[in-house]
């Protein structure tokens, strides 16, 4: 649940703070004049413009991935989406942030239909490297502009520079426990039916959100994207490095030890129930549509027989009787996936022998490699 939390605040959060941050921007810079109503509802009009926008990106992007074949051609267009979201959404004026952010949020959660396995394999290995490169280049970003932005403060005493430091980190760390707390409570208290179908939560838990308020690429984009001229420019961007560190190495590191203490540990046994239950169904609609199969294909019953007697055995695994115990199922779960890693080690060995010999080239390695890594994923090796 803690985990939920985050994930879900992560994406809500930076969107609107973005946004905030735009009026701010603005404001500052005498683009527009500040007042509580103006802004107010340039924000709701910004904000949900955006929404719409992800919306129908989202639903345009599902459906062609619905009619695309291709692998590499499916990820291509996820990787090009966000970017297409965001452009769309700022050519309007609205918020490109949200609009990435509702897009992508349809798309994941029609991912499972709508893309093909192949893509999804590849998909997820191009995403992991192109996140990792995002962050890498914003950070590295920042280290080359510190030695510039360090010349801009040197007119500033260096103990004063600390002080701002340590000053605005607290209030950052502060502000979330002042926000998170209330945010927290106050809904169940005031609302009985928020009470009922969501009890309070542990304080402990409460305190773990609250800690877990690290800073990180986000802020430091939004603080690199501000113009040379605008005003303080070098002291916002000291200071928004100081947060990073103070938030991401500070609690990031503290984090761990803080759950320690607390005694908060994860729900392992309700997730093991969940996932074995979800894997019996799997398996019994498996099983009834082997009998349907058995109609349409009579030709090819022994193949049909196999796939059900190896049905039937994982069924007595996802749904252990009551002389087998959790531990046992585990252990022998463990074993067949050894059987199997064992098994497509030697499988995929001997194909990359083939290839190194001369027997086969590398497009067929590459075929028959893709299999066995299909293979590897689909039966957890």
Known sequence: RIVTVLEGESLINDAT??????????????????????????????????????????????????????????????????????????????????????AGFITGRRAARVLSPDARLLGSGAWQILLWGINAIVFMSIGLQLPAILD???????????????????????????????ATYLPRFLSRETRERDPYPSSRQVLIVSWAGMRGVVSLAAALALTPDFPHR???LYLTFCVIVATLVGQGLTLPWLIHVLGVTATGDGLEAEESHARQIAVEAGLRRLEELREEYPTHLP???????????????????????????????????????AVLV?????????????????ETLRRIELELDLEAVRTGS
Do not use: C
């Open 152 to 182: 801009g403060l040197s007119a500033t005493p260096p103990d004063e520079l600390l002080r701002y430091a340590v000053l605005i980190s607290l209030t950052v760390i502060v502000a979330r426990f002042v926000w998170v707390f209330p």
């Open 234 to 236: 070098p002291l916002i």
């Open 346 to 362: 030697v499988q995929r060995e001997a194909v990359i022998q083939l290839r190194d010999d001369g027997v086969i080239n590398d």
């Open 17 to 102: 703070s973005l946004i905030a941050y735009r009026a701010a921007t603005a404001a500052a810079l005498g683009v527009m004049s500040f007042s509580v109503l103006s802004s107010t509802l340039e924000f709701l009009v910004i904000g949900l413009g955006g929404v719409v926008v992800g919306v129908l990106v989202g639903a345009i992007l599902t459906g062609l991935l619905r009619r695309t074949g291709d692998p590499k051609l499916e990820i291509a267009v996820t990787l090009i989406a966000p970017a297409t979201a965001y452009i769309l959404a700022e050519r309007f004026g609205l918020s490109g942030v949200l609009a990435t952010v509702v």
């Open 303 to 341: 193949l049909i027989d196999q796939i059900q007697e190896d049905l039937e055995h994982e069924l007595t695994h996802v749904a252990p009787g009551e002389d087998v115990t959790l531990d046992e199922a585990q252990q022998e779960a463990l074993d067949h996936r050894a059987i199997r890693v």
